[in-house]
């Protein structure tokens, strides 16, 4: 219960700090996409990417993998295993997202990802991978992405102390971190060419009603 606790107060904690933050530096928001990040954005992304349909469908994808494989042992291959991972992961995803937005905000790191403006497939693909570890600042200028960076090592190091015991070492907690930046990278993939597909997909559709 204690643990449970302490994770709902980083939570708290960093989205109350990047509001506070954010609302201080930032001038007032625009339409227009070069803007600094306003304090209210960074809360959406933060809804977005911990309750939203990719987070969602990520999460039933890891709890039913880790269910299927019973990976930790500890919670076992019934339903409600399947709910105690899926509530870790959450937790995780929540506190990282949660760092990431309320520490950026000290130094007007933008947590979002922007499309490539480059027209060729090996350009975007850079871009992906690219955006995986640098972000814009409040000049919109690229830097490297610090908040990133301890958000996803430090809530997965953090996490080991209400994980299951066969999850929670040094080891797990690198591993949990490198999958972290993965997951970005995919995540920034699929915002990057989803659009793409669906405007194929929808011409498709039209041309065969």
């Known amino acids: 219960m204690l643990r ?9 904690a960093a989205a109350h700090g990047c509001g506070q933050t954010t609302l201080l530096a930032q001038p007032p ?21 911990t309750g939203g349909p990719e987070s969602i469908a990520g999460g039933l994808i890891s709890a039913g993998w880790g269910t299927l494989f019973n990976k930790p042992s500890e919670y076992g291959t019934h339903w409600e ?14 506190v990282s997202n949660a760092m990431e937005a309320g520490i950026g905000g000290i130094w ?8 490539s403006q ?13 955006m995986t570890f640098l972000a814009e600042n409040r000049q919109n200028r690229l830097m490297p992405a610090y908040a990133r ?3 996803i090592s430090g809530s997965n190091f953090l996490s080991n102390t209400w994980r299951a ?3 929670a070492t040094v080891g797990d907690a690198s591993l949990r971190t490198l999958l972290g930046f993965a997951g970005r990278m ?13 405007q194929w997909l929808a011409r498709k559709k039209s041309a065969n009603p």
């Open 4 to 12: 449970t606790w302490v994770v709902l107060w980083i939570v708290a």
């Open 29 to 49: 928001a625009t339409s227009s996409s070069d803007q600094p990040i306003t304090a209210k954005q960074r809360a959406d992304w933060f809804a977005l990417e």
């Open 81 to 94: 295993g399947f709910g105690e991972r899926y509530g870790m992961r959450l937790t995780g995803v929540a």
């Open 108 to 115: 007007g790191e933008d947590p979002r990802y922007k499309r």
């Open 118 to 130: 480059s027209e060729s497939f090996k350009g975007r693909i850079g871009h992906v991978v690219k």
């Open 149 to 151: 960076y301890i958000a």
């Open 165 to 167: 015991d066969s999850e």
């Open 186 to 198: 995919s995540s920034n993939a699929f915002q990057e060419f989803w659009p793409d597909v669906r």
